[in-house]
């Protein structure tokens, strides 16, 4: 019997590799991995569904599920996560030293319902009282002009928000002093480059974000995994031999990370950061599955609700495929 052939879009992350270089198999299936940027990844497959099992913005596939148009069902292998204190960038000429300084300033984001903008205006809501629509948004490409929000989506009537010029990215804007500072999951590359005048809002952003999580242990999801729904429901057991995968998948990127004979990374330290990150997120820190998650979620789908980007506050089963609510134990 002939395995399903399936394309498969996701990033070339270490989490990853196992899947892509043939280490890990997919019970049944015989993947044509394409690895590309999450940009390209999630305009096409929410745009036009291009791909069978596809990584997926957390916020997009919220959108779409919500709006009852999603062509994804979810599996919870959650391929990227992370704190964003270090995607928060201002001018330091604007006399913006701390977050509640932002009220009343114009900040540009790539797109206004991107996982990683949920998540910082959720974290400046909750500890600093900025609300979404105390600030002026302003959308644009960060380096490119022109981005489009790739999801329609109708906000509350209380956001402000600006269209960049057709002819300005978001980093020409920010070098030009002509926005006050930048939210979003990738700096622009005038901060990369040592522009003198754009810097970080927190000062230091682990330290920030090790607070957040001891407050309110969330260690932020940002995507996850998509299976086309026709192919979901012409094989049922498809999504769970999905997340079977990645786990394992996951699971050996990290005995090869922890094996520091010679390190897997091009960086120093390594043993120093995975002991650190053990001792404060816990031995299993980058879980998959609903269930070690479900206070996460259930914290972002809170505030995608409450900022106006899906209508109804969804239920965590919605995003899943069922099968891959629970697992077997021997």
Same mark, same amino acid.
């Given at each position: 019997m002939s395995k399903l052939r399936l394309s498969v879009a996701i990033g070339d992350y270490d989490r990853?590799?196992? /899947?892509i270089d043939g280490a890990v198999q997919i019970d049944g299936v015989d993947p044509v991995f394409m690895t590309l940027a999450p940009e390209e990844i999630?305009?096409?497959?929410? *745009?036009?569904?291009?791909?069978?099992?596809?990584?997926?913005?957390?916020?997009?596939?919220?959108?779409?599920? @919500?709006? =009852?148009?999603?062509?994804?069902? %979810?599996?919870p292998a959650?391929?990227? *996560?992370?704190?964003?204190?270090? =995607?928060?960038?201002?001018?330091?000429?604007? %006399?913006?030293?701390?977050?509640e300084d932002l009220k009343g300033r114009r900040i540009g984001c790539p797109e206004y319902? /991107?996982?990683?903008?949920?998540?910082?205006?959720?974290?400046?809501?909750?500890?600093?009282?900025v609300k979404p629509s105390?600030?002026?948004?302003?959308?644009?490409?960060?380096?490119?002009?022109g981005r489009p929000e790739k999801i329609k989506v109708e906000l509350p009537a209380d956001i402000r928000i600006e269209q960049a010029p057709e002819d300005r990215s978001l980093n020409a804007m920010l070098m030009a002093g002509e926005i006050d500072g930048f939210i979003g999951p990738r700096a622009p590359s005038c901060f990369d480059e040592g522009h003198p005048q754009?810097?970080?809002?927190?000062?230091?952003?682990?330290?920030?974000? =090790?607070?957040?999580?001891r407050r309110t242990g969330i260690?932020?999801?940002?995507?996850?995994l998509g299976v086309r729904k026709t192919i979901a429901e012409a094989q049922p057991w498809l999504p769970a031999a999905l997340l079977k995968a990645f786990e394992q998948s996951?699971?050996?990127?990290?005995? *090869?990370?922890?094996?520091?004979?010679?390190?897997?990374?091009?960086?120093?330290?390594?043993?120093?950061?995975?002991? =650190?990150? *053990? @001792?404060?997120?816990?031995?299993?820190?980058?879980?998959y599955g609903v269930a070690p998650n479900r206070h996460v979620l259930d914290a972002f789908l809170k505030a995608h609700h409450r900022q106006g980007l899906s209508a109804r506050q969804l239920r965590i089963e919605e995003l899943f495929h069922p099968a891959t609510l629970e697992g077997f134990k021997i």
């Open positions: 990853n590799r196992p /899947l999630f305009f096409r497959a929410f *745009r036009h569904a291009e791909f069978d099992v596809c990584e997926a913005s957390l916020s997009s596939f919220t959108v779409k599920t @919500a709006q =009852g148009t999603n062509p994804y069902v %979810g599996v959650f391929l990227s *996560r992370a704190f964003r204190h270090t =995607g928060i960038l201002v001018r330091k000429d604007r %006399g913006i030293e701390k977050p319902q /991107l996982t990683a903008c949920v998540w910082i205006r959720d974290m400046l809501e909750q500890d600093y009282g105390d600030v002026i948004w302003v959308r644009g490409g960060i380096e490119q002009p754009v810097g970080r809002l927190f000062p230091d952003p682990t330290a920030a974000a =090790g607070d957040y999580f260690f932020p999801i940002m995507h996850v996951k699971k050996l990127a990290l005995v *090869r990370l922890s094996d520091t004979s010679a390190t897997k990374i091009t960086l120093p330290f390594v043993e120093e950061q995975l002991q =650190g990150a *053990r @001792a404060l997120l816990g031995e299993d820190f980058w879980s």
